[in-house]
């Protein structure tokens, strides 16, 4: 079905922000883009779909391997023992010591979902666990290689990016699912720009402007769109 998307501020990222915005949307791939009247007008059958805040294209977690290899997610009847946090480091080498393939499946099915809370559509690979590969594959959220630049979006990683912060999870440090944690500025976090004609894979964060989302962080999330499908949404 036709959807159109719209928001109060569209960041495509690579061209300017549309003011009163809106993504058009048909099967797998952005039909339109530009401000919601002309949207709306040219497509008058289309099922509208309003959002607050910002449509931005979805983000790249270019720390999936690690996250999802490294870190445990527990299932929620574990909070009471484990929190509802990742363990990573220490916590998590004394718990991977007695994770059977069931409780290391259920984590990084959970480790992908929670990604989808944060906007995330893209994840850096390759990926050499077959269990994590295959999971990553049945949750529809699309591996890329690293290194390699979107198109239209100058710079994959931001210049404005310590290499001390770009380093320091897979040296161990404190798990953390948002792609723009470390100091990343939007351009820097997306996998690419929203253009018609490309894949239908966006975010709508709760936050007025670009500046609001960089400080606020990913998990202003409300909806993560995937492929053209809603796969995540705030309740």
């Known amino acids: 079905m036709l959807t159109v998307h719209a928001a109060p501020l569209v960041l495509p990222v690579g061209a300017g922000p549309v003011e009163r915005g809106a993504v058009a949307v048909d099967g ?128 994959c990683v931001s210049e404005n990016v310590p290499q001390s912060v770009s380093g320091s999870v897979s040296m161990g440090g404190a798990a953390d699912l948002d792609p723009l944690a470390g100091g990343r500025d939007l351009p820097g976090s997306v996998h690419a720009p929203l253009v018609t004609g490309a894949r239908a894979d966006f975010a709508v964060f709760d936050v007025p402007d670009e500046a609001a989302l960089v400080a606020a962080g990913a998990g202003s999330c409300v909806v993560t769109v995937l492929g053209g499908r809603l796969v995540y949404r705030r309740r």
């Open 28 to 155: 797998d791939r952005i039909v339109a883009l530009g401000p919601y009247e002309a949207v709306a007008a040219a497509h008058p059958a289309a099922r509208v779909r309003q959002w607050p805040g910002v449509i931005a294209p979805g983000l790249r977690q270019r720390h999936a391997e690690w996250l999802l290899t490294r870190c445990y997610h527990p299932d929620p009847r574990e909070a009471d023992e484990l929190g509802a946090d990742p363990l990573s480091g220490e916590a998590f080498a004394r718990l991977a010591r007695e994770l059977d393939a069931t409780r290391w499946a259920g984590s990084v099915r959970r480790g992908l979902q929670q990604m989808l809370r944060y906007g995330t559509t893209h994840l850096t690979g390759p990926f050499r666990d077959p269990a994590v590969r295959t999971a990553v594959s049945r949750s529809g959220l699309v591996e890329v290689l690293g290194g390699v630049s979107p198109v239209g979006v100058p710079g």
